[in-house]
């Protein structure tokens, strides 16, 4: 079940990002973005690469440090122009769990491993409540009999519902897939999309960048569409797949029929 905090927030946006701008050098590659995830929804964030989705997503998570903008949750509105307050990066760091394109797993601990060192270590939560929790996780995604196993001799697709659990367990209010599945082998990216099906059913808040449009149709609450750092069009998938209104959008998915 989502956590406590998605539960009870009122509804209306869990995380607001306003005028989002990120540079690399001279890459200015965020120009300005807004995007609102509401409590309870999946939003898909799509578009073509080098759009800046993942670098979105990642100022989200405090991953990435934009150089202006604001990032407002609940009652707390964070100023991205100046440093971030340890307060800031608690709240950054509660709201939301990522799941990478790679997993990241760690090769010499087990799959348990991964998936309680964050919990236990870095938040300092009970052992054993942590140990009983996961192993709980990995029973709904199909990998409790994996618990005492190693990455190396799981599938990419099992991998990547480890990285799931493992963000699970942190009890975020929200979870951000980057492209979870687009380093998966074709036959092994069903599983996964399923998991995270199941997960949007269930009412997790997501956030999804993802170049899966079929996902994206079927499973997101609201699209936005990115080009060249700025959301050119958002609406709900009927109207950003059925309907788009700017040339960019239908270009966009022209291409890819
Ligand atoms: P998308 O997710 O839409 O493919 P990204 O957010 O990954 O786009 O990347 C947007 C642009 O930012 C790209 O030109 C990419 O090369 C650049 N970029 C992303 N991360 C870095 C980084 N850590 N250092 C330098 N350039 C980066």
Same mark, same amino acid.
């Given at each position: 079940m989502p956590s406590d905090a998605s539960a009870s927030l009122p509804s209306g946006p869990l995380l607001s990002a306003r005028g989002l701008h990120k540079s690399f050098g001279d890459n200015h590659v965020l120009r300005g973005v807004d995007l609102d995830i509401e409590a309870g929804t999946v939003h898909a964030l799509i578009g073509p690469s080098g759009s800046g989705k993942t670098t979105v997503l990642r100022s989200l998570n405090g991953l #990435? @440090?934009? @150089? $202006?903008g604001t990032l407002r949750i609940g009652e707390l509105e964070i100023d +991205? !122009? /100046?440093? /971030? !307050? /340890? /307060? #800031?990066r608690a709240a950054l760091h509660r709201t939301s769990a990522m799941v990478f394109q790679q997993h990241h797993l760690f090769p010499h601990l087990t799959v348990l491993g991964n998936v309680t060192i964050g919990p236990i270590r870095v938040q300092g939560r009970d052992r054993d409540t942590v140990m009983a929790e996961a192993l709980g996780l990995l029973e709904r995604v199909g990998l409790r009999e994996k618990a005492d196993a190693y990455p190396s001799s799981l599938s990419g697709g099992q991998q990547q519902r480890v990285g799931i659990v493992r963000a699970l367990a942190l009890q975020p209010s929200m979870l951000l897939f980057d492209e979870p599945t687009s380093s998966l082998d074709p036959e092994l990216v069903g599983e &996964? +999309? $399923? &998991?995270?099906t199941e997960l949007a059913g269930e009412g997790w808040t997501m956030a999804v960048v993802t170049h899966e449009l079929g996902f994206a149709r079927e499973v997101a609450d609201q699209v936005s569409f990115f080009d060249e750092g700025v959301v050119v069009e958002r609406g709900t998938p009927e109207q950003v797949f059925g309907a788009p #209104?700017? @040339?960019r959008t239908r270009r966009f998915l022209q291409r890819l029929q």
């Open positions: #990435e @440090e934009p @150089e $202006a +991205l !122009s /100046r440093p /971030r !307050s /340890r /307060r #800031e &996964v +999309l $399923a &998991v995270m #209104e700017h @040339e």
